[in-house]
C-alpha cells in the first residue's frame, strides 16, 4: 500500500555527501516541526530526471521559500556519491536543493511507490512524485501516472497543488 495524504512519512535513515564523504540523515528528524519538499525520481542522471525534474525546482526554489517551505528535498535510489555528483551538475546542490540517495530503496519501498522496470535496467527504483510534508505528516502528495512523465510532480505541479 502507498503512502496517502495523511500518513506519517515512515522512519528512514538516507545518505548524503558531507566534508568528510557520505552521512547518514534521519529524514523523520528533517521533517520534524518543519515543512519540508521532498521529490523522487527513478534515478539520477536519467533523461526525464536530470532534464525536467530537477530542474522544475530548481526554477521554483523561491516560490516556495514564499509559501515557508523550509527544505527541498531529492531522494533517489542510487548512492551517495552518485547524488552528489548529480546535485553538483544539475545545480541543484548550488540552489539550496538537498540531495539524498536512497541506496538499498528502503525509504521508497517503506512508502510503497517503488517499481521495476528490467528493460530499462530500472531495479527497485521510485516511482516519480513529490510531496509537502509538515511536521512529518504527509499534506500533498502528487503522483504521476508512469514513471516517464513529469506533471503534477514537477515543481510547477507541487506548487499549484499547495
Known sequence: MSISTGDKI?????????????EAVALSDLAAGRKIVVFAVP??????CHNAHV??????KDQFDAKGVDEIICVSVNDPFVMGAWGEVTGASAAG???????MSKFIKALG??????????IARSKRFAMVVEDRTVTVLNEE????????????GLLSAM
Open 113 to 122: 511507490m517503488d517499481f521495476t522496470n528490467e528493460d530499462a535496467g530500472l
Open 145 to 156: 501516472e508512469n514513471p516517464g512523465l513529469c506533471d503534477v510532480s514537477a515543481g510547477e
Open 97 to 103: 536543493i538537498t540531495m539524498l540517495a536512497d541506496p
Open 10 to 22: 515512515p522512519q528512514a535513515t538516507l545518505t548524503r555527501m558531507g566534508e568528510n564523504g557520505p
Open 43 to 48: 534515478g539520477a542522471f536519467t533523461g526525464v
Open 55 to 60: 530542474p522544475s525546482f530548481i526554477r521554483t
